[in-house]
């Protein structure tokens, strides 16, 4: 009997010495998984050893449209109430739950953030436990900061608005990173509004023009950044003869909802003014900036804009043709 408990004790201490090394090594191939694949982003946090920078190095944007919005809405709803919602702390606390994943999104746990931030009085509780909160509210904030806000006539809400201008149709689909064939091969970093050619193209935010003119792949283009710097956007293959509204020029300011340029399907060649472009469309793309060693480089951080786009939708800014004989079109103010 004695040796029959002695026995049994051993199996049962063995079973449990290899059940937490299974335990151990799964965990473990779980973590170096999470980092090679860089779907959590564990290493944007990273110190480069030669300079002691700290900065985000890289971001998925997976926000869906569903939570952009809902996000939104207890944002704006609830200004000037006894709690104003952040939407940009509430998507930070999403992409936590969700491990940026937000195919998992529902509007029950939005609804529940919601109700614990309220309770108490702010997100920091909450969010302490986060590991990467920091990071997704840095790297949401750079993205949407100049989103929302208190509007020229004085209400709070969307600041921002679509590309194309208010009345004219386009569609687009999901066309981040599938691959481009013209000049080198290269993966597609924006988003594609097709529509007609000469629609007016409305400046998103308000900014500077940091290029205009032509390029080999853009066409006629416009690159304008927001007045903090961390974003660029990007307004590709512009109408041939007639890209844009007339005296934009390099570092001139452009306001969020003015008409900066007209559609068209120009680029995709080193000689100007040709149309290479098969369908007429808006190449539409932003660029997310943390530091200037990521302008022009390798390092650039473009973000999927397709839900972007889809929520701009919301504030579109009307226009009509404000010049008969050059047939330009002027933002209805
Ligand atoms: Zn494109």
Known sequence: MTFFK???????????????????????????????????????????????????????????FDALDAAYRLDVNSYETEYHYNWIELLALLACKYGNDFDKYTKKDLDSFAKQIKEAGGVSGIAQNMKYYDYYYEAY??????????????????????????????????????????????????????????????????????????????GWRLGIRSLDGKRYYYYAHLRKNHPYVPGLEEGMTINAGDVIGYLGMTGYSIKENVNNINVPHLHFGMQVIFDESQVDSSKEIWIDVYNIVEFLKKNRSSVYMSNSETKDYSRVK
């Open 6 to 64: 002695t026995y049994m004790k051993r199996i049962l201490f063995s079973s449990l010495a290899v059940a937490l090394s299974v335990i151990i090594t799964v965990n473990h191939t779980f973590k170096t998984v999470q980092v090679s694949t860089n779907q959590n982003v564990p290493y944007i946090w990273e110190e480069l050893e030669t300079e002691k920078k700290d900065f985000i190095k890289w971001i998925d944007f997976n926000v869906c």
């Open 141 to 218: 904030s750079a993205i949407l900061c100049e989103f929302l806000g208190v509007r020229e006539d004085g209400t709070y809400g969307m600041k921002v608005f679509l590309p194309i201008a208010n009345k004219y149709s386009f569609s687009h689909y999901k066309d981040f990173g599938s691959s481009r064939s013209y000049g080198f091969s290269r993966t597609h970093l924006g988003n594609d509004l097709m529509g007609s050619i000469g629609t007016p193209i409305i400046a998103v935010e308000t900014g500077t023009i940091f290029h205009i003119g032509w390029n080999q792949y853009g």
